[in-house]
């Protein structure tokens, strides 16, 4: 009982929160604008239940093509209770010009609510697919990448925007993106501005309503004139389209296609900062700014430092220019500014500040002057350029060494007297020395470079020959090559000689890696009799057989058993001999 208490009590809170709400009835199009020969989407929704006979407007100079559809939808989220009831059609205009949809009635608890009246605007007819329901056509149709820019005409120096905003219409639903090309741009300063997420925003396009999301937006400063490209953005979409069907509970049933989009080239003009009028100390500053010098103390002793701030504040290019350096009396010993910046790059330009801090130091005792300083910009909306100069400042150095004056001494106008050790008058002629008296042609080291080649060429004809010999001696070559393995596999036990165990255990591994470099097997794992096996069938003699299997004895064994340094010396030739030998055979 208290169950079903609980489910009733339920059920009336719901329908009294229905009920509670005032009704209204929507008109909602997919377009306001169309050619004469395309089709309009319209939709009459009510959000209170308990609507009856709805009356559709009479749809005056447009053609019913489609509908009514009818669809139902109510939802309880957090407390709150919604509830959609709606009525679509698909009309197509009969004229153009601007036409207007009725309004369509309803009854709710014998209450009639009326919707608002819809203009349309009908254009020339359009080029339109033989299918006009293809999903493809529906999408382009739907959905648009723009590239919005603040400004076309900027003067060099001055920051625009550019924000890339993806229009979708309530006709489509959008479940995947992804940037396939970002845009470049080529002859602009460029700053990304962080975007806090893509919050979905109403707004207009080609005068319908749509919705939209900013993608990408970027600060941009042009550095030249001349007509300045911005690249378009490509972007791959999976697109939701409505395919004309309505599931069981009566949602619309859609198709997912994807497709490329992307955004128009821009082309921006930047005009040239104008001649007349520029100041012999601009830098390229373009803004409104501020100007300061300030001395941080203009009384002190000597070698006591002062700190001359020069900051220029407000918005504008500040990353894109100089400050004016500050000029000191020798005096003044100044140090290399110090740079700081305090700059926010936003979506309506540059603001902060630029400061260079400089450091002095005094010297001798006196009064010293700074002398003023000026910084000029460009104001582009005033169309303009501006001068903000600065005070004199001194310093006033009133503890430390004085500085000596010189002496005036009255100079006397003379003749110059030419002498050796003083001024001499300008030579007019030149007399040239040979310095390198020494002949190269018939020297000792010219007849040595010409019997060179004399001794040369029968010296290298006697090595060739010698070559040639050797390379002919196939049993010698054969011998030479052995001998040169057997000494690379048994240099690590060489080095062990007088080590009992380090060397035999060096031994018995350079054996097995012979074996395994020659053989392609491992045979540190198998046995002695396989080893002897694969030996026989390899056709090596059974002497060399034996001896292999002797030095592979003798190593087991003499790591249990006393042996001298002399024992080592003929085991380790034993070794050799049979690598020798086998390599022969093998």
């Known amino acids: ?111 009639l609510i009326r919707s608002t009246p819809v203009k349309i605007i009908v254009l020339d007819a359009v080029d339109i697919p033989k299918n006009p ?61 962080k975007i806090n997420g893509f919050p979905v925003k109403m707004g207009k396009y080609n005068g319908e309503n749509y919705r939209y999301i900013v993608l990408q937006k970027a600060l941009l400063i042009p550095t030249k004139t001349g007509k300045l490209s911005i690249d378009p953005m490509k972007m791959d979409i999976v697109i939701g389209v409505p395919s004309g069907r309505s599931d069981f509970f009566g949602n619309a049933i859609t198709k997912n296609v994807r497709r490329e989009f992307a955004s128009a080239k821009k082309i921006i003009n930047p005009k040239e900062l104008p001649f007349a009028g520029k100041p012999a100390n601009f830098a390229g500053a373009v803004g409104t700014f501020n100007f300061k010098v300030s001395l941080s103390k203009d009384i002190l002793k000597a070698n006591e430092t002062s700190q001359v701030k ?76 501006k001068t903000i100069a600065t005070e004199d400042f001194y310093v006033d150095v009133q503890e430390g060494k004085e500085l000596v004056q010189a002496d005036t001494i009255a100079l006397q106008k003379q003749a110059v007297v030419s002498t050796q050790k003083s001024f001499r008058y300008i030579a007019t002629k030149t007399h040239f020395i040979t310095l390198e008296k020494k002949d190269f042609f018939k020297s000792i080291l010219f007849y040595l470079l010409l019997l060179l080649p004399m001794v040369a060429i029968p010296i290298g004809i006697f090595i060739g020959k010698k070559n040639e010999e050797r390379n002919q ?66 056709k090596i003699e059974k002497r060399t057989i034996i001896q292999f299997i002797e030095v592979l004895k003798s190593s087991d064994f003499a790591r249990y058993t006393p042996y001298t340094a002399t024992q080592m010396k003929a085991e380790f030739e034993r070794a050799k001999e049979v690598i020798i030998q086998l390599d022969k055979q093998l």
């Open 1 to 111: 009982m208290k169950l079903k208490f609980y489910i009733s009590l339920c059920i009336c809170i719901i329908s009294a929160a229905i009920t509670a709400q005032e009704a209204t009835l929507k008109t909602s199009i997919s377009k306001n604008k169309l050619g004469i020969n395309q089709r309009l989407r319209v939709e009459f929704s009510i959000d209170k239940q308990g609507g009856d006979n709805f009356t559709p407007p009479n749809f005056t100079n447009f053609k019913v093509v489609g509908g009514p559809s009818q669809s139902v939808s109510q939802s309880w989220i957090n407390g709150d209770v919604s509830f959609r009831q709606s009525y679509t059609y698909i009309v197509q205009p009969k004229k153009k010009g601007e036409l207007s949809i009725g309004s369509a009635t309803v009854k709710i608890n014998g209450k």
């Open 133 to 193: 329901n293809d999903p493809n056509y529906i999408a382009q149709q739907n959905i648009h990448l723009v590239a919005e820019i603040s400004k076309t005409r900027p003067y060099v120096g001055e920051g625009i925007y550019v924000e890339y905003r993806l229009y979708v219409s309530e006709n489509v639903s959008v479940y995947d993106t992804s940037v396939t090309e970002a845009p470049t741009y080529i002859g602009f300063w460029n700053q990304e501005i």
């Open 310 to 385: 020069v900051a220029v504040s407000g918005k504008g290019n500040l990353k894109l220019f100089e400050l004016p350096a500050i000029e000191t009396p020798v005096e003044l010993e100044r140090y290399q500014p110090e740079r700081k910046e305090r700059v926010r790059v936003k979506s309506n330009g540059i603001s902060g500040a630029v400061t260079d801090t400089y450091t002095v130091v005094p010297q001798y005792k006196g009064k010293y002057k700074i002398p003023s300083v000026s910084f000029s910009y460009f104001n582009p909306k005033e169309r303009k350029y």
């Open 473 to 538: 001696d196939f049993v010698g070559n054969k011998l030479r090559k052995a001998q040169k393995l057997a000494k690379k596999y048994l240099s690590e036990a060489q080095k062990q000689l007088g080590k009992k165990e380090a060397f035999y255990e060096a031994l018995e591994r350079a054996l097995h890696n012979y074996l395994k470099a020659k053989l392609g097997i491992e045979t540190a794992d198998i046995s002695k009799e396989k080893i002897t096996e694969i030996l026989e069938d390899k």
